[in-house]
């Protein structure tokens, strides 16, 4: 007797955080599978059943901490599902974390190209530079805020990458120089200015920040930070220099850690300015830039037309599309600065 034809339809996701030991200590490692769209049917003959499709497989590598992954994945997770609509396959997401730690890196990217990923995400320079290094020839779709990807050799041009690597890029010189105007118009008084910067990102912010500050009468104490342990060393330097402000370059080691460099630049009443949102919304001075969780859904977006079929030599370079300044009305009282009205009014958020 023949069986009724039924179908369920279902969505389910799982998140698994666990950490592995190693001879080399504690390596965070995330596997998210999500399941777009599971169908499940009863035909009269198991001879009509068709062989599922092969399940495609991203690979997630960012140098950032593990607390703070789980809201970009499921950014990047909203791009790949906004691209994919039409499919209904299960995507597995297999990540590697380094945690603060850049020097895991490459281990981390071998790792995923051992697994076998259809294409390999990387959020961050030293990400970036570790996947390419991993294979030639695995699809490559990049976040990068740091990097000139042309003058880098990554790609041979923004409409045409011509190779196995594409991506969303913000190489901006220029914005180092407005985000040493903004500081100064918020704090006239500027004159010593302490600049984090993570060497790994390249040189590119820092050159800006450095052809403004001699115009402006600005000494810069120029502070490199490898990681996210040396954070909090960085400020205890910064304070022995005897700086009056303090300027945070774009890096994925500052990105995962925003509310910590906002309460111990208050702590050491700094005037702050960072091109990551969340700064200034937990506690820093300023904010100037694109919004971080944006971009890792525009990357998303990016995968998933790389897994529909279009070749990353074949997908033009992304830009960020809208940049945001926050300004803390609130730490500015606590420091005593008066934000002047040109600038509250260019604002696109006033934190009272």
């Known amino acids: 007797m023949d069986l009724p034809n039924t179908e369920a339809v279902g969505a389910i996701v799982a998140l698994l955080l666990a950490r592995t030991k190693?001879?080399?200590?504690?390596?965070?490692?995330?596997?998210?599978?999500?399941?777009?769209?599971?169908?499940?049917?009863?035909?009269?003959?198991?001879?009509?059943?068709?062989?599922?499709?092969?399940?495609?497989?991203?690979?997630?590598?960012?140098?950032?901490?593990?607390?703070?992954?789980?809201?970009?994945?499921?950014?990047?997770?909203?791009?790949?599902?906004?691209?994919?609509?039409?499919?209904?396959?299960?995507?597995?997401?297999?990540?590697?974390?380094?945690?603060?730690?850049?020097?895991?890196?490459?281990?981390?990217?071998?790792?995923?190209?051992?697994?076998?990923?259809?294409?390999l995400f990387a959020a961050g320079p030293a990400a970036v530079r570790a996947a390419r290094a991993a294979s030639p020839s695995v699809p490559i779709v990049a976040l990068d805020l740091e990097t000139d990807p042309i003058e880098a050799g990554l790609i041979a041009g923004l409409s045409h990458p011509g190779g196995n690597l594409t991506g969303v890029f913000f190489d901006f010189p220029d914005f180092g120089a407005k985000w040493l105007q903004l500081l100064r118009d918020a704090a006239p008084k500027l004159s010593r200015l302490a600049v984090f910067w993570d060497p790994s990102t390249g040189p590119m912010q820092l050159k800006a920040v450095e052809a403004v500050a001699g115009s402006m009468d600005v000494h810069l104490s120029v502070i490199e930070v490898i990681d996210v342990g040396n954070i909090?060393?960085?400020?205890?330097?910064?304070?022995?220099?005897?700086?009056?402000?303090?300027?945070?370059?774009?890096?994925?080691?500052?990105g995962s850690s925003p509310a910590m460099i906002a309460d111990l630049a208050l702590r050491d009443r700094l005037p702050a300015i960072m091109l990551f949102p969340e700064f200034a919304q937990t506690g820093g001075l300023l904010a100037y830039g694109p919004n971080l969780i944006d971009l890792f859904r525009q990357s998303g977006t990016m995968t998933g037309k790389v897994l529909a079929g279009t070749a990353p030599a074949d997908l033009p370079v992304e830009r960020p599309a809208r940049f945001q300044l926050i300004v803390n009305l609130r730490t500015a009282r606590t420091l005593g600065l008066d934000i002047p009205p040109s600038l509250l009014i260019r604002a696109d958020q006033v934190i009272e």
């Open 22 to 119: 190693r001879g080399d200590g504690m390596k965070p490692w995330v596997r998210l599978v999500v399941p777009l769209c599971i169908a499940v049917a009863w035909v009269h003959s198991p001879a009509l059943a068709q062989q599922p499709a092969k399940d495609p497989r991203i690979g997630f590598l960012w140098s950032g901490v593990a607390e703070a992954a789980a809201v970009r994945m499921n950014a990047f997770l909203e791009g790949v599902r906004g691209a994919l609509r039409a499919q209904g396959d299960h995507i597995e997401l297999v990540a590697r974390i380094a945690d603060g730690n850049q020097a895991r890196l490459p281990t981390l990217a071998a790792e995923l190209v051992a697994g076998k990923v259809d294409v």
């Open 232 to 254: 909090e060393e960085a400020f205890r330097t910064a304070a022995k220099q005897k700086v009056d402000g303090l300027l945070v370059l774009s890096s994925p080691i500052f």
